[in-house]
């Protein structure tokens, strides 16, 4: 395939694309009308724009693993903003994300993740931390599907970073399986320190098969959550 030139204005036509479901948003809360099917039908129709626009060549492999009627804490790695609307596309909308609280400040799309359900964690402040895993782990036993980078960051490189625990601890408490998800390509549209966007890029996502808790919570604690984590990590790293 030839290659692309990088375009700001695809990058510009995704901002736009975002502050398009943002706003309303924003405005549903300021009037208290904000609910779950407005927000899923925006990020629906976000996440097929964007991916749209970018014209990505998508291919999905192990859709088998997402099975029927089951809620999943999704984890995938992360090298891309475009990973959020690769997902959200072909997992379907009724998926939320855990994310850095960093992100909540940005004007209108911070408030708007907020009132669409998103989750904020503050690493550095454990009590607050805490807090939003107990979110988290209400909005899985609302039945919808709860998604964490357990990089918790984009990685520069493309090579997995170490992973943070606390998704971990949530699959355990929580009783929930795991369905780990490699993302490959976005990086080639859109590297995390990038500006401009590459149109036409291959991208494959993986659903790998699903990683159960039972097992390991017949373990000592940290000794179960540490071999989740290291399976989970495995699972990953086979699909990249």
Known sequence: MAAQRKSLRLSLAGAYETLAISVPTVLDGLRGRT????CDERLDRWSRRIVGRS???LEVVGQENLGRGETFLVMSNHQSHYDIPVLFHV???NLRMITKTELFRIPVWGPAMREAGFIAIDRS???RALQSLAVAKERLAQGVHI???PEGTRSRTGELLPFKKGGFALSLEAGLPILPVA????RDVLPADGVRSVPGAE???TFLPQVRPEAYATLA???GREQLMTDVRRAIASGL
């Open 183 to 186: 993302i490959k390509g976005t």
């Open 55 to 57: 014209r990505m060549h």
């Open 147 to 149: 998604w964490i980078a």
């Open 221 to 223: 604690p940290r000794a």
């Open 35 to 38: 609910t779950k099917g407005d």
């Open 203 to 205: 991208v494959r996502v």
């Open 91 to 93: 997992m379907g909308p």
């Open 125 to 127: 402040n454990r009590e």
